[in-house]
């Protein structure tokens, strides 16, 4: 059992929580991604993880209450135990592995879309931790629903806030203080890391593409299973078939069909639309072993 050390409500619909997971805790690395299950019964949640310390042995995630699994979660309170706490999965971020004199040359900015703000910190927080800086946008429909302004601030070169309605920080959205900074303050970047909703990842990728700065997408929104067998999460990267949870969930953003795979997740929702796609797609529609073209 994985006991939850702290729980936290940072606003109407998102919870955090700080989880005793030390296996996990000792191996994880920023972009990796952890599946929950709060008993034997549970639905398999796949959760980005926000953050981790391996003196304490514990992990943090951070999940939006969208349905009735989520909804059990955000019932857990501090004291309460996970069934399953499985990781980390998925791979970690490619620029982990540049050597620190070369990254520290880089030019980053961090793109974050509401809940995806969550997997963001823990790149942000490593590339502080090696003395790096690097500049985020964090954005939201309003005020209440921008989360870890604080956190994020402790680790970031410059941090900018956006609102859709202008409640809070700059009025509108995260592209359109990405083309301020970029033509009005004339700033530089040598690649982009964008994670949020698939509509703000895909209009991201346009605008970066344009732009042309490098762009890093993580498709941890449309995994369902985790493991590539359910083949929610089979996306088209440059051509080829991927899945999410075993290929990724991070890809080149100018490379992921994003129509394709928005359009997928529509379907995926129902029992008939699972059953088309996977009469389409025939043996590349499961990914269990992430080759499977």
Known sequence: MYEIIEKKQLNGTIVEMEVKAARVAKSCLPGQFVIVRTDENGERIPLTI?????????VTIVFQTVGASTYRMAALKKGDSFRDFAGPLGRYCEWIKEPADELQ?????????????APVYPQMKWLHEHGIEADCIIGARNKDLIILEEEMRAVA???YVTTDDGSYGMKGNVNDC?????????KVYDFVVAIGPMIMMKYVCLLTKELGIPTIVSLNPIMVD????????????????????????EFDGHL????????????YK???GRRYLKEQEGASHHGGCGHCE
């Not at 040359?105 to 703000?117: D, E, P």
């Not at 990405?178 to 004339?186: F, G, N, T």
Request: aromatic fraction near 6%.
């Open 50 to 58: 926000c953050d981790y310390s391996r003196e304490r042995g514990t």
């Open 105 to 117: 040359k880089k030019r980053i900015l961090f793109v974050a879309g509401g809940v995806g703000t």
């Open 157 to 159: 070169g410059n941090l």
């Open 178 to 186: 990405l083309k301020r900074l970029v033509s009005e303050e004339k």
């Open 226 to 249: 985790g493991t590539g067998m359910c083949g929610a999460c089979r996306v088209t990267v440059d051509g080829k078939v991927k899945f999410a949870c075993v290929d990724g969930p």
């Open 256 to 267: 992921v069909d994003f129509d394709q795979a928005m359009k997928r997740q529509q379907m």
């Open 270 to 272: 129902t029992e008939e």
